[in-house]
C-alpha cells in the first residue's frame, strides 16, 4: 500500500543519523514519535493524560546495521485519522506502523517487540503482527 499525501509535511532524515519527531492527534489526547537513535528506528504511542505511565506501546522500524540504501534521504511522516483515535507512521509514503488507541494495539512490519501481556495494562503488547487492514483509513 502506497499512501497519498497527507495533511502534515515529512521529517527529510537519514537513517543512522539520530533524530525524532512527534505529532499530535486532534484534540491532543495522544501523541506519537519516530525516533532513530542511530542505532535502531521505533515508533512510540503516548497517552498524554497519563502523567503516571505515558508510554503505552513502542514498536521497532529498523535496525541501522541491515538497513539497505542507508545513505539516501528518507521521509517520515505521521499521520492521524481525523477522530484521533489512529496514527501511522509513512516513510516515503509507505506505512510501516500504526496504533490503534481504540483497539489498545500497535501493528508494525516486523513484529517486534512483543512482551507478555500484562493484567494491569491493557494495551495490547505480545502481537505487533502487521495488518494490511489497520491502514485501510490511510486510503479512504
Known amino acids: 500500500m502506497v499512501v497519498g499525501q497527507t495533511e502534515m509535511d515529512g521529517q527529510t532524515f537519514t537513517v543512522g543519523n539520530e533524530v525524532w519527531f512527534a505529532v499530535d492527534s486532534p484534540g491532543g489526547r495522544y501523541s506519537a ?11 512510540y504511542a503516548y497517552d498524554l493524560n497519563n502523567s503516571s505511565r505515558p508510554i503505552l506501546d513502542a514498536v521497532h522500524i529498523y ?23 489512529k496514527c501511522a507512521l509513512i516513510i516515503n509514503r ?44 490511510l486510503s479512504q
Open 33 to 43: 514519535l519516530f525516533e532513530d537513535d542511530g542505532k535502531t528506528g521505533y515508533f
Open 63 to 85: 535496525t541501522v546495521e541491515n538497513f539497505v540504501d542507508r545513505d539516501r534521504q528518507w521521509v517520515a511522516e505521521i499521520a492521524w485519522s481525523d477522530d484521533g483515535s
Open 94 to 137: 509507505y506505512p510501516h506502523a500504526v496504533f490503534d488507541f481504540e483497539a489498545k494495539r500497535g501493528y508494525c512490519r516486523t513484529n517486534f517487540p512483543n512482551f507478555a501481556d500484562q493484567p494491569e495494562v491493557d494495551w495490547r503488547k505480545s502481537d505487533h503482527s502487521w495488518s494490511d487492514g489497520a491502514a485501510e483509513w
